[in-house]
Nanobody, 129 residues
Framework: QVQLVESGGGLVQAGGSLRLSCAASGRTFSNYNMGWFRQAPGKEREFVAAITWSGGTTYYADSMEGRFTISRDNAKNTVYLQMNSLKPEDTAVYYC??????????????????????WGQGTQVTVSS
């Protein structure tokens, strides 16, 4: 089992920044590829970003690339999502997730919820206009 706890959400004005953190406990964090997803009210959960177990490769949804940065610190068992130039449409609950999939499979399936084995409870991000 891997337990994931997100933090860092809050209310921010459009154009502002937030840094989300996801702290992992349980099994060896560095064994897992990690992802961030988000879900806005009335919408399906969507992929935001992902990072491989070593941090060597990162992936982004098209609408987030250039504004969001995913990173991880395996010594601290934590994955981060730096969000800049926030827009009202970024308002959502943000979830981190852990995937035990092999790198080849993860590279193909990284944007799919069912590629992930463990999920956090989410943290609310609200961007005001």
């Amino acid at each position: 089992q891997v337990q994931l706890v997100e933090s860092g959400g809050g209310l921010v004005q459009a154009g502002g920044s937030l840094r989300l953190s996801c702290a992992a406990s349980g099994r060896t964090f560095s064994n897992y590829n990690m992802g961030w997803f988000r879900q806005a009210p009335g919408k399906e959960r969507e992929f935001v970003a992902a990072i491989t177990w070593s941090g060597g490769t990162t992936y982004y949804a098209d609408s987030m690339e250039g504004r969001f940065t995913i990173s991880r610190d395996n010594a601290k068992n934590t994955v981060y999502l730096q969000m800049n130039s926030l827009k009202p449409e970024d308002t959502a609950v943000y979830y981190c997730a852990a995937s035990s999939k092999a790198l080849i499979s993860f590279s193909v399936r990284r944007a799919l919820s069912n590629a992930y084995d463990y999920w956090g409870q989410g943290t609310q991000v609200t961007v005001s206009s």
